[in-house]
């Protein structure tokens, strides 16, 4: 059962550079949704989606973009990486929107910006 | 705009103790009220959702509940074990894909 998936799981960059975070799903999940986590503090929503095509803004959403041309995944960007984006990046999906239902979440990629 | 607190920061209790992780939020607003365990370098896994119209809910050696008028959940966890120790999360729903978070209680259960 691979639920949500996430590549890469560890990633070192330099200031400037950009690079994009994939995150899989096998369930059929309509919505997905990108987080930050940050020491000592609780999860904070980058941007979501509610179905295939879609995005919208989270809590978060400035210096990232995400793209979900496929129902199965959702794609995060960073197009210019700054030191205050280290952090440890979750994806998560679930069948209705927001909390309606528990979200399903991947293992995160590890970030750290130079 | 909704907080959720967490405490205590962090717990230590040796195995066999029952105990009680609390959740404060300041809207009570909120269509649900989630709880999560995260295992070190590991997402997040629900464990209990609490629906605004339920007062709690079981599921094996955990209880969570929800007093909305109060802004307050609490899990309890009975006979715990040294597998049970992780970092715990609760969040609150309020509608809209938006699930807020606390920043989680780190228990760790002493064998």
């Known amino acids: 059962n691979a639920g949500v998936t996430q590549t890469p799981k560890f990633r070192v960059l330099k200031t400037g550079q950009s690079m994009t975070l994939l995150c899989a799903q096998d369930?059929?999940?309509?919505?997905m949704y990108w987080y930050r986590q940050d020491p000592g503090m609780g999860l904070r929503l980058i941007h979501y989606?509610?179905?295939?095509?879609?995005?919208a803004k989270g809590e978060v959403p400035d210096g990232y973009n995400v793209s979900r041309l496929k129902k199965q995944n959702f794609l995060l960007g960073l197009e210019s990486a700054a030191p205050s984006q280290t952090s440890v990046y979750f994806c998560?999906?679930?069948?209705?929107?927001?909390?309606?239902?528990?979200?399903?979440f991947g293992d995160g990629t590890r970030l750290s910006i130079l | 705009k909704q907080e959720v607190t967490q405490i205590p920061a962090a717990l230590s209790v040796p195995e066999g103790e029952n105990l009680v992780l609390n959740c404060s939020f300041t809207?009570?607003?909120?269509?649900?009220l989630q709880w999560f365990r995260q295992d070190p370098g590991k997402g997040l896994t629900s464990l209990l959702l609490?629906?605004?119209?339920?007062r709690e809910q079981t599921s094996g050696r955990l209880n969570a509940s929800l007093d909305k008028s109060s802004g307050r959940s609490t899990l309890y966890i009975a006979a715990s074990q040294p597998g049970d120790s992780a970092t715990y999360l609760c969040?609150?729903?309020?509608?809209?894909?938006?699930?807020?978070f606390g920043a989680g209680t780190i228990l760790r259960v002493k064998s």
């Open positions: 989606s509610v179905g295939e095509g879609t995005t």
């Open positions: 609490i629906q605004s119209s339920q």
């Open positions: 969040a609150a729903y309020m509608g809209g894909n938006k699930l807020v």
């Open positions: 998560a999906s679930n069948h209705a929107g927001g909390g309606g239902q528990p979200q399903h």
């Open positions: 369930m059929n999940h309509e919505y």
């Open positions: 809207d009570s607003a909120i269509y649900n």
